[in-house]
């Protein structure tokens, strides 16, 4: 749907051409479509058992503009959008840490603190859709697997 751009606060209108009669013909059938974007596009959450590449695919720009989806607090996790509006407030780690990822994506922060088991506990409800091109505003920094030199376990430092 990259032809389909929605904005809020104004009313798309898009002309569509095809043939009504055959290629050597002179006349083409015309028609005229009216998109009301006014409104906040409405995502619901999936069923559970949805796996996630069949789930609806939302571009990048309405999950990164406020103003298409209103008010609603989306993160995004592996390219999977998730509604976290109504867990925000019930978060162990606080409603700040979401909230400071709203429209972007938060992969391997989100990893670093949880489990497979908590997104398959918590997270799975919240699925609303699937994008790509949804950007984590920090810089992964390098993971030390260990802060000792191999070798040196047994000495004391």
């Known amino acids: 749907m990259g032809w389909l751009q929605l904005k809020r606060n104004y009313t798309a209108t898009q002309f569509c051409t095809s043939p009504t009669k ?4 002179d006349s083409e059938h015309v028609e005229y479509a ?3 974007t006014s409104q906040p596009l409405r995502y619901p959450p999936v069923s559970e058992d949805l796996p996630d590449n069949k789930l609806p695919l939302i571009p990048a720009s309405t999950v990164i503009d406020k103003n298409l989806r209103g008010d609603r607090l989306w993160i995004v996790v592996d390219d999977i959008i998730y509604d976290c509006t109504d867990f925000a407030s019930s978060h162990p780690g606080g409603s700040t840490v979401i909230q400071s990822f709203d429209g972007k994506d938060c992969s391997w922060q989100f ?4 489990t497979r088991k908590h997104m398959r506990d918590s997270g799975r409800a919240l ?4 994008t790509k091109g949804v950007k984590n505003p920090y810089k992964e920094p390098p993971r030390y697997v260990g802060l000792r030199k ?3 376990a047994d000495e004391d430092w």
């Open 127 to 130: 699925r609303i859709g699937r």
């Open 34 to 36: 009216q998109i009301d």
């Open 22 to 25: 055959p290629k050597d013909a």
């Open 150 to 152: 191999i070798g040196y």
């Open 111 to 114: 990893w670093r603190f949880h």
